[in-house]
């Protein structure tokens, strides 16, 4: 019994010297959790309100721009903008005042806000969908090489003929049409046969003489 008891001593003390030695650091560590978890908690606290909010802000802006009232529309869409930036709203958001501006004849804003939608979006549709406008107004604006640029680099294969499209009305403008011809056709053949868009394709290729296969 003596020796277990010494045992046990001897345990206790090296217990206590391992907490004297080890134990601010461990309730630090244990503080250090206790917060991380505290503020995940806060944070995903925070994105739920938030995209919630932004929910609130862009069914505002959508009922603006239906009822024409382009005041309050660009209003929301700004609030979108600078408040709820980091949500999935904002960049569409700015692609819908990008389509008001370009209906008031305001390419420049319009540009502005779809190469923030690009810059921004989280979500690849979105992107390619922003990208793709934003290189009809650069064509618009004669910025023939940036938009070609803009229609660079990779994108969903669902976009695809859309893009090839519209590098191929880029290069038409540009005086290109061997290049416009080749462009037309990948569009055509990415196209399912039932697309309502490839007899718009068709007659581009017709009027450039090209074949469709």
Do not use: C
Not at 47 to 71: G, P
Not at 191 to 204: A, G
Request: glycine share 6%.
């Amino acid at each position: 019994m003596a020796t277990y008891d010494l045992d046990e001593q001897e345990r206790l003390d090296e217990l206590k010297a391992w907490w004297k030695r080890w134990g601010s650091l461990v309730m630090v560590g244990l503080a250090v959790v206790v917060a991380g978890a505290a503020g995940w908690r806060y944070w995903q606290n925070h994105t739920v309100t938030q995209s919630l909010e932004a929910a609130t802000v862009y069914e505002k802006l959508t009922q603006s721009l239906a009822a024409n009232d382009a005041k309050s529309a660009r209003e929301a869409g700004a609030m979108l903008l600078d408040q709820y930036k980091g949500t999935a709203y904002a960049p569409r958001a700015a692609m819908l005042l990008a389509k008001l501006n370009v209906m008031n004849k305001d390419l420049k804003s319009a540009q502005s806000q779809l190469e923030w939608a690009v810059a921004n979006s989280k979500e690849p549709a979105v992107k390619d969908l922003a990208r793709l406008h934003l290189a009809g107004v650069q064509l618009d604006l004669k910025q023939y090489d940036a938009a070609l640029k803009t229609l660079a680099g990779s994108h969903s294969d669902a976009f695809a003929f859309r893009f090839e499209d519209m590098r191929g009305d880029v290069l038409m403008a540009q005086g290109k049409k061997a290049e416009a011809r080749v462009a037309y056709q990948a569009a055509f053949g990415k196209m399912e046969k039932d697309n309502p868009y490839r007899s718009i394709v068709e007659l581009k290729l017709d009027a450039l003489g090209g074949e469709t296969k």
